[in-house]
């Protein structure tokens, strides 16, 4: 039985699933399987991943969102230790190699992440990771609750065991669901960080992934709220404020694209994380101007540049 089973969720993911499975192949450790689970892809997925015959274990499932996929993965594989890895991320080759001695000087740990580099679909480097000095190591369950903390799930390395009292990932979840299931990981022990950037994540265009993979604000923070009550309420308005952020940058995007529609989706879909985000108001009723009209309006929305919202 390999020690580590590698867990790979894909959803049309043809053009970027064979640069993920390189990077798996390539690891200094090598007692390991890869288990994929193709979420009904209606692109060539089942064909690219076939080639690879015994290379792999692939199971197909109906498209039931990307927390089923993982879940079924895991369903599917043997391992003692799961390491994450989205289809279209990268590993570098020491990832495996430097996690799995991690894990076994300290047994009690539920789950090892690390730093990562952040790239663009071309895999450019082209933003900072979201670690920074306050939080770079490992969480306590308060600073969990205080917080988003920046964990990838391609950076995760997590005992079976624990995932599996955890509950897996919660499927009603398709978007946020990490934020959530973490949590669960924590309550089974502690965490190890490694500062080390193991990982090369893919930051892809936020539209409209951003809008389809969104199910609005009461899902995760009723379901966080119920089992942590007022212990979560900085996590909670620290979501709020993120997912505010994405959705907005997201919009000006589409608007410096000329994609007026897309951003008025963006900025509408804002207020039901922020009715009272005033600025949301003002940039929907851009989206209706003529271009010339709003570009001598001015403003960052005006000229498609990145917000904090």
């Known amino acids: 039985m390999p020690l580590v089973s590698v867990i790979i969720p894909v959803y049309n993911g043809a053009a970027m699933i064979d640069r993920a499975l390189k990077s798996v192949f390539d690891q200094t450790f090598t007692d390991y399987e890869i288990v994929?689970?193709?979420?009904?892809?209606?692109?060539?997925?089942?064909?690219?991943?076939?080639?690879?015959?015994?290379?792999?274990?692939?199971?197909?499932?109906?498209?039931?969102?990307?927390?089923?996929?993982?879940?079924?993965?895991?369903?599917?594989?043997?391992?003692?230790?799961?390491?994450?890895?989205?289809?279209?991320?990268?590993?570098?080759?020491?990832?495996?190699?430097?996690?799995?001695?991690?894990?076994r000087s300290d047994p009690e740990a539920a789950l090892l992440y690390s730093d990562k580099i952040v790239v663009n679909e071309a895999g450019e480097e082209f933003r900072l990771s979201e670690v920074r000095l306050e939080t770079a190591h490992a969480p306590t369950m308060d600073e969990m609750l205080a917080r988003i903390w920046p964990i990838t799930p391609s950076t995760v390395v997590m005992r079976r065991n624990a995932f599996d009292r955890a509950g897996g990932f919660c499927e009603q979840l398709i978007s946020a669901e990490d934020i959530h299931f973490w949590l669960l990981m924590r309550e089974q022990g502690h965490f190890i960080y490694l500062p080390?950037?193991?990982?090369?994540?893919?930051?892809?265009?936020?539209?409209?992934?951003?809008?389809?993979?969104?199910?609005?604000?009461?899902?995760?923070?009723?379901?966080i709220r119920a089992r942590y009550?007022?212990?979560?309420?900085?996590?909670?308005?620290?979501?709020?404020?993120?997912?505010?952020?994405?959705?907005?940058?997201?919009?000006?995007?589409?608007?410096?694209?000329?994609?007026?529609?897309?951003?008025?989706?963006?900025?509408?879909?804002?207020?039901?994380?922020?009715?009272?985000?005033?600025?949301?108001?003002?940039?929907?009723?851009?989206?209706?101007?003529?271009?010339?009209?709003?570009?001598?309006?001015?403003?960052?929305?005006?000229?498609?540049?990145r917000i904090d919202a």
């Open 36 to 103: 994929i689970c193709d979420d009904g892809s209606t692109d060539d997925t089942p064909s690219v991943l076939a080639k690879y015959g015994d290379k792999l274990r692939a199971v197909r499932q109906r498209n039931r969102g990307l927390p089923a996929a993982r879940n079924a993965a895991v369903a599917s594989s043997r391992g003692e230790l799961l390491a994450l890895i989205d289809h279209d991320d990268e590993w570098l080759p020491q990832k495996l190699e430097l996690a799995v001695a991690a894990m």
């Open 196 to 223: 080390e950037k193991l990982v090369r994540f893919t930051y892809g265009q936020l539209f409209p992934k951003v809008l389809n993979r969104d199910i609005g604000p009461d899902a995760i923070l009723d379901l």
């Open 229 to 305: 009550g007022a212990r979560a309420d900085g996590l909670v308005k620290n979501f709020i404020r993120h997912r505010v952020r994405m959705i907005a940058n997201a919009g000006v995007v589409e608007m410096s694209r000329g994609n007026m529609e897309g951003a008025r989706r963006c900025f509408i879909r804002v207020l039901r994380y922020d009715p009272l985000y005033l600025k949301s108001y003002t940039r929907i009723a851009r989206t209706f101007l003529p271009g010339p009209i709003r570009r001598a309006l001015g403003g960052k929305a005006s000229r498609g540049a």
